[in-house]
Nanobody
Framework: QVQLVESGGGSVQTGGSLRLSCAASGYTGRRYCMAWFRQAPGKEREGVASTLTAGGTTYYDASVTGRFTVSQDNAKNTLYLQMNSLKPEDTAMYYC??????????????????WGQGTQVTVSS
């Protein structure tokens, strides 16, 4: 059973930066897609970025392209989300998600089987 634990959320002002971490455990050695999603109050959960643990293309939602960067430390089984130039509209609960995969990593909620509990990001103007 894959378990995901997010950390690194907090409160920043517009233009600030945060780095989120997602520590994963329970991997069986298969390849996995890992992704970041977020959900603002009153809104649906949306995909932010996704990547394959074995390496490859990282996909970003248009709203964060150029500001957010995904990286990973496979030795630590940890996925990161570096968020720069934060805006108030980035305020949301951020979730890490994973699924076994050997190919394309979508940003569709329905494609992911494992989820973390989330970490809150608040950006004030």
């Amino acid at each position: 059973q894959v378990q995901l634990v997010e950390s690194g959320g907090g409160s920043v002002q517009t233009g600030g930066s945060l780095r989120l971490s997602c520590a994963a455990s329970g991997y069986t050695g298969r390849r996995y897609c890992m992704a970041w999603f977020r959900q603002a109050p009153g809104k649906e959960r949306e995909g932010v970025a996704s990547t394959l643990t074995a390496g490859g293309t990282t996909y970003y939602d248009a709203s964060v392209t150029g500001r957010f960067t995904v990286s990973q430390d496979n030795a630590k089984n940890t996925l990161y989300l570096q968020m720069n130039s934060l805006k108030p509209e980035d305020t949301a609960m951020y979730y890490c998600a994973a699924r076994a995969s050997n190919s394309y990593c979508s940003l569709s909620i329905d494609d992911y089987a494992y989820w973390g509990q989330g970490t809150q990001v608040t950006v004030s103007s």
